[in-house]
């Protein structure tokens, strides 16, 4: 067998999130037929990690395993597949790994934005959060600092969620204005089910004056979900990165 690993984006709005539930249209489920179909074979897919209901996606990865030895050399294959897949899926490249490569525990970090939009506009309403109240955005930035000082995020965890350790290594988080809308990107290690969206919606609370960031950090050192703020919606939030080792990657890859 050969391993690949497949990058994709798509739009969560239809979907309930990456990883594949009894009667629920997910995104694995999607592209596992796909391939399935396209491959002549029954394609397994590992994803890089699980999205929530309505979470988006520029840049997903995922990998999976092939009798076919050189899908990465196949120029029709990914032409094929977006062919065959919903508009709001579409795959931008397959890439031929090593055996032990894993789209899940191979990845250096991730990087995450949400976007608040602060004038209604229809062409946005599924892909940011509408806020038109006043937010103290230096505070927010404040904040943002805090995180570079702690490394367990279980206050921002989905309770009763099956993580191992709430250990993350966060390397960036900023607020930054971007026409009407504001986006907050944050980049680390590995992330927690639901963690982005939690801080989110914790920080929004300090912009309006709500919380203190002595009471922001307090919420960290508590390592309670409850402590925190109710999590941001989930259509504001887009995986946008993913980085990898270039040693695992085998040459002679086919981009879109």
Same mark, same amino acid.
């Given at each position: ?103 899940? #525990? +191979? ?5 995450? &934005?949400?976007? *608040? /939009? !602060? ?8 892909? $940011? ?26 206050? #921002? +965890? ?5 993580? &191992?350790?709430? *250990? /993350? !290594? ?8 971007? $026409? ?77």
């Amino acid at each position: 067998m050969n391993r690949y690993f497949i990058f994709i984006s798509f739009k969560g709005t239809s979907y309930h999130g990456w990883q594949i539930q009894p009667n629920s249209i997910t995104v694995q489920s999607t592209i596992e037929e796909s391939l399935s179909l396209i491959l002549g074979e029954k394609v397994r897919t590992t994803g890089a990690g699980r999205t929530d209901t309505g979470v988006h996606a520029l840049v997903f990865c995922a990998h999976f395993d092939s009798k076919a030895l050189n899908l990465d050399k196949n120029e029709r294959l990914i032409y094929r597949l977006n062919r065959f897949l919903p508009s709001d899926i579409s795959v931008s490249a397959i890439r031929k790994v090593i055996p032990d490569a894993n789209a899940r #525990f +191979s990845a250096k970090s991730r990087t995450y &934005k949400y976007y *608040i /939009c !602060r004038r209604k506009d229809p062409f946005t309403d599924d892909s $940011g959060w509408l806020f038109q109240g006043k937010l103290d955005v230096d505070m927010m930035n404040k904040a943002c600092s805090v995180l570079f000082k702690h490394s367990d995020f279980k206050s #921002f +965890s989905r309770l009763h969620s099956d993580n &191992k350790t709430s *250990i /993350c !290594r966060v390397f960036q988080a900023i607020w930054v204005p971007e $026409g009407d809308k504001l986006v907050f990107t944050i980049r680390a290690d590995r992330f927690l089910r639901n963690m982005v969206r939690a801080i989110v919606g914790t920080m929004m609370e300090i912009g309006q004056g709500k919380m203190s960031l002595k009471e922001f950090e307090e919420v960290i050192i508590a390592k309670d979900r409850a402590a925190a703020g109710t999590s941001a919606p989930a259509k504001g939030l887009f995986l946008t990165e993913i980085e990898y080792p270039e040693d695992i990657f085998l040459p002679c890859s086919v981009k879109n």
